[in-house]
């Protein structure tokens, strides 16, 4: 045989046995816009993160889009190795490894720009139509004479307010600005505004289930994998500008 061809041969079997030795991690996602979507470029801001981490350790993931309930169950009953992205809470954390931050997420009250909308406490909010969204759970809801009027999703949450329903609405400073120019005319967003104290601020997590016994060594080589892009500038790229 001709040795070019040798070569080729050895050098294409070298590669096909590489790609079969490459290691993979299955994790459960699901639809929270910018942060993650099946129908995002690269899932979405922090699929695309994950993603990259995981490939600077030569690991490739495969996403399976579902219901968030579900998306936590398959990956608690190890049916996947886990999930993203989720916060810390002391029940999770029995079940699952945490990795280092995927993202700080900011949270802060949108409201129309003609509602001159000031606060420095919950206590503050006793003075104005509180809107928001069927399941969530709200930190001010703890004040028991803050009344929240709820919508059934998060757009509507925003047709209410355009329409002088309420007068503040709190969500995630990203995802509320991807819902605005998904679903409303450049118009009716530019009637909204957000005050730019942030109310909450929490980290998200990529989870991987603490029975699997190859999730210590896949959450030490993520978590190289995300240092190496933040330190590369890749990351502050892939997360884009405040809103």
């Known amino acids: 045989m001709n040795p070019s061809k040798v070569m080729a041969l050895a050098c294409l079997v070298g590669m096909l046995g590489t790609a079969q030795a490459a290691e993979e991690v299955s994790l459960t996602n699901g639809e929270w816009p910018p942060y ?3 129908h995002e470029p690269h899932y979405g801001i922090a699929s695309h ?22 998306a936590y ?19 999770r954390g029995e079940k699952f490894l945490f990795s280092d931050a995927v993202f700080e997420g900011k949270s802060v009250f949108f409201h129309l720009k003609k509602f001159p909308f000031e606060w420095k406490t919950f206590d503050d909010l ?17 004040n028991p004479a803050i009344q929240v009027d709820r919508a059934n999703s998060d757009v509507d949450s925003f047709r209410k307010m355009l329409k ?24 009716e967003v530019n009637q909204i505004t957000h005050h730019p104290r942030a109310y909450n601020v929490v980290t998200y997590h990529l989870i991987l289930n603490k029975k699997n016994p190859r999730s210590a060594k896949l ?7 995300l240092k190496k892009l933040r330190d590369s500038g890749r990351y502050a790229e892939y997360y884009g500008p405040a809103d």
């Open 36 to 38: 993650q979507s099946e």
């Open 126 to 142: 006793t003075k104005v139509r509180v809107g928001g969204t069927l399941g969530y759970k709200y930190e001010f809801e703890k």
């Open 73 to 91: 169950i398959e990956a608690e009953e190890g049916r996947h190795d886990g999930s993203l992205v989720w916060t810390y809470e002391p029940e």
């Open 219 to 225: 959450m030490a080589a993520f978590n190289r994998g």
């Open 164 to 187: 002088d329903r309420f007068d503040i609405f709190p969500s995630d400073l990203k995802v509320g600005y991807a819902t605005l120019r998904a679903n409303f005319t450049p118009a």
């Open 49 to 70: 993160i994950v993603t990259e981490a995981f490939a600077q350790e030569g690991i490739k993931v495969r996403y399976s889009f579902m219901p968030w309930k579900r």
